[in-house]
């Protein structure tokens, strides 16, 4: 199988670029954020505070997620239920995020997320695919953009949701998220040691996917 890791802080445009790699490669797309914003839906639902770690991890037994796929499409089910839209909500960031640094929440998700590249041709994107999730991937991608390159198009993808927001509060939900990301004690968003780097600040979507493709089949190629 082809194992393809993305992983990088949130704007980097792993998931456009992903998808779009997907498409053009004939892998699924795995969102693996979307399953942390899933446990992050179902905590805000509950009305558990988000530093409870305690009352996070004993609801954990009462859920269940799914992926699924329409038309190429990720959707992800929470106890059957379609959520995938609901989890975008800026709101939800924040309880993903938080979520995710609880250690049982990552054991909980590990196993579907290895399943899915055991099965599949697959390109993931997250924060500790390369490191945790898929340690022998075919290829590690560490996707970066600057800070307020990030928040643009992240705001830009909100307002075209019609959620009302500004950028500025964007950018400083968006530099809170990678700081607490990538400084927690378990699977911080950090590169892996033989990961690529891919700074697209300067790159449109065409190039990088152009680009990403290039380092793809150059380790495609070696590994023979
Ligand atoms: O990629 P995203 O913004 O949808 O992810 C939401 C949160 O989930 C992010 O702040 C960190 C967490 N996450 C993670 O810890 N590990 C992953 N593989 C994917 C996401």
């Known amino acids: 199988m082809i194992n393809i ?15 779009a790699v997907a498409k053009k490669k004939g892998y699924i797309y795995v969102d693996t954020g979307a399953l ?61 995020s938080a979520v995710s640094a609880i ?57 075209e949701k019609g959620v009302e927001t500004t950028f500025e509060e964007v950018l400083s939900d968006m530099i809170k998220r990678d700081k607490a990301d990538s400084t927690r004690e378990i699977a911080p968003a950090v590169p892996a040691a033989d990961a690529v780097f891919f700074d697209n600040t300067e790159f449109g979507i065409e190039e990088s996917v152009d680009e990403i493709i290039k380092i793809i089949d150059n380790a495609i190629a070696k590994r023979g």
Do not use: W
């Open 103 to 159: 250690q049982e929440v990552r054991d909980f998700l590990l196993e579907l997320q290895r399943d899915m590249a055991k099965k599949h041709d697959v390109i993931m994107d997250g924060r500790d695919i390369g490191t945790v999730i898929l340690p022998d991937a075919t290829v590690k991608v560490f996707m970066t953009a600057t800070d307020e390159g990030r928040a643009k198009r992240r705001y830009k993808e909100l307002c």
């Open 5 to 19: 890791a993305i992983d990088g802080p949130s704007g980097a445009g792993k998931s456009t670029i992903a998808k």
């Open 36 to 96: 942390y914003r899933s446990i992050g839906l179902y905590v805000y639902r509950l009305g558990i505070s988000k530093e409870d770690k305690e009352a996070i991890k004993s609801v954990l037994p009462q859920i269940s997620l799914e992926l699924g796929y329409v038309e190429g499409v990720q959707r992800v089910y929470l106890n059957k239920e379609d959520v995938s839209e609901e989890i975008r909500m800026p709101e939800i960031s924040m309880y993903a």
